[in-house]
Structure formats: C-alpha cells, structure tokens
C-alpha cells in the first residue's frame, strides 16, 4: 500500500490506469478511482476524476498472490501525455 500525495498541475479531468497482476486499487481523496482487484493475470483498468490544481490525497493498494507480479500506474491530463506519474509528484506527506 502506498498512501500520500500527488500535486496536480492544473484543474480538469485525469485519467488514471493500473496494470497489475494481481489486484490493485486506487483512490483519490478518498473517492475510487479504479478498482482493478482480485487474482488475475496482468490487465489494466481505467478510470477518470475532476481534479483542482494543488494536492490530492493518493492511497494505491496492490495484491500479488502467486505468479508473475506486476504493478504499474499511469496518468493523464491537461496537458499531460499518458505517463507513468512521475515521482516529483507524489509525496509521503504535505510538502
């Protein structure tokens, strides 16, 4: 599990994507974003969220059981690309 926070540049509509094998979940300011969880081989999952500039509490939960393991967690908005969210982005606690 991951908890902190990411700094969004600039107010609109993110859309943000796991790819996991297993399970994962993320959530943003406490509201689901994407629920990409259970036993599974790698899929990815999309979902989208109205965010203000400024920081955003981020929880990502991730579930390996057996097999291959793989996390990743991309983002996208005003622009910005699809990308995995950089880590200048995200911190442990308010900055």
């Not at 390996?64 to 005003?78: F, I, N, S």
């Given at each position: 599990?991951?908890?902190?926070?990411?700094?969004?540049?600039?107010?609109?509509?993110?859309?943000?994507?796991?790819?996991?094998?297993?399970?994962?979940?993320?959530?943003?300011?406490?509201?689901?974003?994407?629920?990409?969880?259970?036993?599974?081989?790698?899929?990815?999952?999309s979902g989208?969220?109205?965010?203000?500039?400024?920081?955003?509490?981020?929880?990502?939960?991730?579930?390996?059981?057996?097999?291959?393991?793989?996390?990743?967690?991309?983002?996208?908005?005003?622009?910005?690309?699809?990308?995995?969210?950089?880590?200048?982005?995200?911190?442990?606690?308010?900055?």
């Amino acid at each position: 599990m991951f908890t902190g926070f990411i700094d969004v540049p600039r107010t609109g509509v993110y859309t943000f994507q796991t790819a996991s094998d297993d399970g994962s979940r993320l959530s943003i300011d406490g509201e689901p974003v994407i629920d990409n969880d259970g036993i599974h081989g790698r899929r990815s999952v999309s979902g989208q969220l109205a965010l203000a500039r400024g920081l955003h509490r981020i929880r990502l939960d991730f579930l390996q059981q057996e097999g291959d393991a793989g996390l990743t967690v991309r983002y996208a908005g005003p622009d910005i690309e699809a990308q995995p969210i950089p880590s200048s982005t995200l911190y442990r606690s308010v900055k």
